[in-house]
């Protein structure tokens, strides 16, 4: 079974879902790190920045059957 999701009607992929979870955590630590001066001491801010995206995706996908399945109970 793929895992989707219904916004008003609208399915969208699993994936997908993660992914714009993942994308808005990133903007958030990037700014974070932006604003404590941690990209003076990388060589290349645009490959940590997919680095921690990857990183982030994975573990919107490990916690989100965790919290669907808390959000059934809930409802």
Do not use: N, Q
Request: overall charge positive; proline content about 1%.
């Amino acid at each position: 079974m793929i895992a989707e999701i219904s916004l008003f009607g609208v399915f969208f992929s699993g994936a997908f879902a993660t992914a714009c979870l993942a994308g808005v955590a990133a903007v958030v630590v990037r700014r974070l790190l932006h604003w404590t001066g941690f990209y003076r001491l990388v060589w290349h801010r645009h490959l940590v920045d997919l680095a921690l995206f990857v990183i982030l995706w994975a573990t919107a996908a490990m916690v989100m059957p965790a919290l669907a399945g808390t959000i059934e109970k809930v409802w």
